[in-house]
C-alpha cells in the first residue's frame, strides 16, 4: 500500500469517527427536544450522504464495504445485543404473534411480492429489454425486500408506554430479518442448483426455470435451515451457562467473564455461517438463551459489564451501519436504476405487507377461535413499520452474486433507493401517523392495581384464573426450568424461592374464606363471570392488600 493510499485510509477513518460524534450529540439533542419527525436511522442516513458529497468534491472515492464484512462485523453485535438483553417477560408473552408476524407473515409476504415483482417487470420491460429480470432474479429480489426494519417504529413506541406493541414490534424485527435471511439463501441455492442442469445460454436470456418441484425443494430446506439453526443457538448458549457456572474461580476476573459471554456469542453465529444455517437466528436465540442461565452466572461487576459493553458495540454499530448507507448512495452503480420500477416495487411492497399483517392476524383468529387482542390501531401500525426496508435489506442485495443474477447491478440499486426513501420519508413521518390513527398507550397491570380496592380484588381473581387457563407447553417447560435447567446451568433461582416463600405465606396468613375460595375454584360453573364476582365477594375479608404488594415483589 503506497504512502498517498495510507493517508487517504487515514481521512476516511477520522471521517467516519466524526460522523459517529456528530450523530451521537444530535441523536442525543433530537430525544431531548422531541422533534417528531426526525429519528436515529434517519440522521444516520443523511449524515452519512452529506460525506459522500463531500468525497465528491474532493475527488475522492466514496468508502465501499462488501456484504461479507457486513455480514461478519456489523451485524453480529446487534443481533447478540438484542438477544442479550432482551425483556423476557413481554418477549414471550407475546411469543405468538411475534412468530405470526415474523415468520408466517414473512413467508406471505415473500409470495405476494414475488408475484407482484413479476408483475411489474413484465409490464415495464417487455422481452428482450436490457433491464428485465428472469423469473430467479425476480425471486431473488422479493427475497431480499423481505427484510423490514422497525427501528422507526421503536423511537416511537416506547417500552413505558407500549410494552406490548414495544415487543411484538421488536421481536417480529428480529424474527424477520432471521426468516428473511433463510428464504434468500433458500433461493439462491435452487437458483445455483437449477444452474448446474441448464445451458449457459438459456441462463443468460430466460434464467433458471423455476417450477412446483423446485419451490417445494426449498420450502423444505427452509424450514430444515431454521430447526438447526435454532438447535444451534440453544446448544451453544446452554455450553456456555455450563462453563461459566462451574469455573468459579473466574468470577474473580471480570473482563475475563465479559470476554467469553462476547466469544461464545460471536462463535455461535461463525459456527452458522459455517454450516449454512442461519446466523442472526443461532445468534439471537444463544443471546437469549445466555441471558437466562449464564448471565446468572458471573460475578456483579460482570453483570453490568456485559450488558454495557454489549448494548455499547450494538449503538456503534447500528450507527455505523445506517451512516454507511448514506453514503452508499455514491457508491453504487446508477446506470441501470429505474425509478418507475422502484415506485412500482415499493407499491408491492404496501401490499405484501398489508397482506402478511392481515392475513396472518385472520388465520390465527379463524384456527384459534380466540379474540384478538391487538386492536385495529395497533394492527395499522405493526403494517406501517413493516414498510420501511432496512440495512439487512441492503445488505442481501450486495450478497447476490453476477454468476446467478445477470441484473445485478440494477437490483441493488433498486434495493437502496427502496431502502432510503422508505426508511428517511417513512421512518420521519411515523409519529405523525401514530397520533393520526389515535393510538392510545396501554393500560399495563401496574395501571390497574393501581385502582380502587375492588379493582384490586378483581385483578387478583383474573390472576388466579390466569394461572388456571396456562397452556400445557408453559407448565411444563417452566417445571422443566426449575427442576432440572437452572440446576445444571444456572439462573435465577430467587424467583423459585420467592413463589415457595409466596406458598408459604399464603397457607400460613389467608385467612378462612379462602378455602371456599379454593372449593369454588374447583367446580365449573358455566359463567366465568359469575364465578369471578362470587370469588371476589368470598375474598373482601382477606387480607387483600398484603397479598397484593406481595404479589408485586414477585
Request: net charge negative.
Amino acid at each position: 500500500m503506497s504512502e498517498e493510499e495510507d493517508i487517504d485510509l487515514e481521512v476516511e477513518v477520522i471521517l467516519i469517527i466524526v460522523l459517529l460524534i456528530v450523530y451521537i450529540f444530535v441523536a442525543q439533542l433530537i430525544e431531548e427536544q422531541k422533534i417528531d419527525f426526525l429519528h436515529e436511522s434517519g440522521i444516520a442516513i443523511l449524515l452519512g450522504a452529506i460525506s459522500g458529497i463531500i468525497f465528491l468534491f474532493v475527488g475522492s472515492s466514496p468508502i465501499s464495504f462488501s456484504g461479507e464484512g457486513f455480514f461478519y462485523f456489523v451485524l453480529p453485535p446487534i443481533i447478540f445485543g438484542a438477544g442479550y438483553t432482551l425483556k423476557e417477560k413481554n418477549f414471550f408473552k407475546n411469543i405468538g404473534y411475534i412468530t405470526l408476524f415474523g415468520l408466517l407473515g414473512t413467508l406471505i409476504s415473500m409470495v405476494v411480492m414475488s408475484a407482484f415483482v413479476i408483475i411489474f417487470n413484465d409490464y415495464l420491460f417487455p422481452l428482450g429489454h436490457s433491464q428485465r429480470l428472469t423469473t430467479a432474479e425476480c425471486l431473488l429480489l422479493s427475497a431480499v425486500l423481505c427484510a423490514t426494519d422497525s427501528v422507526a417504529a421503536l423511537a416511537i413506541v416506547k417500552e413505558t408506554e407500549f410494552p406490548t406493541l414495544n415487543s411484538i414490534l421488536f421481536g417480529e424485527g428480529v424474527v424477520n430479518d432471521a426468516v428473511a435471511i433463510l428464504i434468500f439463501k433458500s433461493v439462491e441455492k435452487m437458483i445455483e442448483e437449477g444452474k448446474e442442469n441448464v445451458d449457459e445460454d438459456i441462463i443468460d436470456t430466460r434464467g433458471v426455470e423455476v417450477g412446483i418441484k423446485e419451490i417445494l425443494a426449498t420450502t423444505k430446506d427452509f424450514f430444515i435451515l431454521t430447526l438447526s439453526s435454532l438447535g444451534l443457538g440453544i446448544a451453544i448458549g446452554l455450553i456456555s451457562a455450563f462453563i461459566l457456572k462451574n469455573i468459579k474461580s473466574l468470577r474473580h476476573h471480570p473482563t475475563l467473564e465479559i470476554f467469553l459471554i462476547m466469544l461464545f456469542g460471536y462463535m455461535s453465529y461463525l459456527l452458522a455461517e459455517l454450516l449454512n444455517l442461519s446466523g442472526i437466528m443461532t445468534l439471537f436465540l444463544c443471546g437469549v438463551i445466555m441471558s437466562h442461565y449464564t448471565y446468572h452466572n458471573v460475578s456483579k461487576s460482570s453483570k453490568v459489564g456485559s450488558v454495557v459493553s454489549i448494548t455499547s458495540i450494538a449503538f456503534l454499530a447500528e450507527a455505523f451501519l445506517f451512516t454507511y448507507l448514506g453514503l452508499s448512495i455514491f457508491s453504487t452503480e446508477s446506470s441501470s436504476f429505474s425509478l418507475n420500477f422502484t415506485f412500482l416495487i415499493i407499491i408491492a411492497a404496501v401490499l405484501a405487507r398489508f397482506a402478511s399483517v392481515f392475513l396472518s392476524i385472520a388465520i390465527y383468529a379463524l384456527f384459534r377461535r380466540c379474540v384478538i387482542e391487538i386492536d385495529c390501531k395497533q394492527l395499522t401500525l405493526i403494517w406501517f413499520s413493516g414498510l420501511i426496508r432496512g440495512a439487512i435489506a441492503f445488505a442481501l442485495s450486495l450478497e447476490i452474486g453476477p454468476s446467478i443474477a445477470p441484473h445485478r447491478d440494477q437490483m441493488v440499486s433498486t434495493t437502496l433507493m427502496m431502502v432510503l426513501m422508505t426508511t428517511v420519508v417513512l421512518g420521519g413521518v411515523m409519529s405523525a401517523f401514530a397520533k393520526l390513527i389515535g393510538l392510545d398507550a396501554e393500560v399495563t397491570d401496574e395501571d390497574e392495581l393501581a385502582g380502587t380496592h375492588d379493582s384490586k380484588i378483581e385483578r387478583l381473581t383474573d390472576v388466579v384464573f390466569k394461572d388456571k387457563k396456562k397452556g400445557l407447553c408453559k407448565r411444563m417447560f417452566r417445571k422443566l426450568d426449575n427442576k432440572i435447567l437452572k440446576p445444571l446451568f444456572g439462573g435465577d433461582m430467587s424467583k423459585i424461592k420467592r413463589a415457595s416463600s409466596f406458598q408459604s405465606y399464603m397457607t400460613t396468613t389467608t385467612p378462612k374464606p379462602a378455602a371456599d375460595t379454593q372449593a369454588l375454584l374447583r367446580s365449573s360453573p358455566s359463567n366465568d363471570a359469575d364465578m369471578q364476582n362470587r370469588t371476589a365477594s368470598l375474598m373482601r375479608g382477606a387480607n387483600l392488600d398484603r397479598i397484593s404488594e406481595h404479589t408485586d415483589e414477585n
